[in-house]
T-cell receptor
Framework: ETGVTQSPTHLIKTRGQQVTLRCSSQ?????VSWYQQALGQGPQFIFQ???????GRGNFPPRFSGLQFPNYSSELNVNALELDDSALYLC?????????????FGPGTRLTVL | GNSVTQMEGPVTLSEEAFLTINCTYT??????LFWYVQYPGEGLQLLLK?????DKGSNKGFEATYRKETTSFHLEKGSVQVSDSAVYFC?????????????FGGGTRLMVKP
């Protein structure tokens, strides 16, 4: 059983650019959630996808968007990058949407916006 | 809304010392409670969880008891090791969330010296 993987590991962009981050869920999982972790802070929920549909969204603007594919891999897209978007982006996969379902986190993508 | 408050770090201890990291929460609904650990350069790993009042979660010598009357979920370990050095996050999710989004505290860095 493979774990949750994310790519790329690190990324540097400039303000105003667009970025796509990728996540490969753990085998058998049908939910994927994305979190933003600014330096020295706890992760903040961006959104969750369940069976390819958005299933909940945190307090993030529409320029943060996502996709979940039939193989349950996922993308996080961020348009019009701002300096404050610099953070570690974590994805987490799980086997359901109940609070009993454990979520398994990937190692994250470190995004730096200059 | 939901929120989690943790004691600020860093917490610096000598090996074999007793550890307590305080965590309190506010929640709409009946939360499940979690402790996650983040080692340097890695994503989050679930350390332990408790899903109802008076439950005790435990793993790797760490324990936390779900205290509904004080809305707390303090993390304890009787004898820390250097390898326990990491950042610890308290988190919750509630059954009335869209999906099972996790709300995290700000994290507490633990440094254990030999």
């Amino acid at each position: 059983e493979t774990g949750v993987t994310q790519s790329p590991t690190h990324l540097i962009k400039t303000r105003g650019q667009q970025v796509t981050l990728r996540c490969s869920s753990q085998s058998g999982h049908n939910t994927v959630s994305w979190y933003q972790q600014a330096l020295g802070q706890g992760p903040q929920f961006i959104f969750q996808y369940y069976r390819e549909e958005e299933n909940g969204r945190g307090n993030f603007p529409p320029r943060f968007s996502g996709l979940q594919f039939p193989n349950y891999s996922s993308e996080l897209n961020v348009n019009a990058l701002e300096l404050d978007d610099s953070a570690l982006y974590l994805c987490a996969s799980g086997s359901g949407t109940s609070d009993y379902n454990e979520q398994f986190f990937g190692p994250g993508t470190r995004l730096t916006v200059l | 809304g939901n929120s989690v408050t943790q004691m600020e770090g860093p917490v610096t201890l000598s090996e074999e010392a007793f550890l307590t990291i305080n965590c309190t929460y506010t929640a709409t609904g009946y939360p499940s409670l979690f402790w996650y650990v983040q080692y340097p350069g890695e994503g989050l790993q679930l350390l332990l969880k408790a899903t109802k009042a008076d439950d005790k979660g435990s793993n790797k010598g760490f324990e936390a008891t779900y205290r509904k009357e004080t809305t707390s979920f303090h993390l304890e370990k009787g004898s820390v090791q250097v390898s326990d050095s990491a950042v610890y996050f308290c988190a919750l999710t509630t059954s009335n969330n869209a999906g099972n989004m996790l709300t995290f505290g700000g994290g507490t860095r633990l440094m254990v010296k030999p």
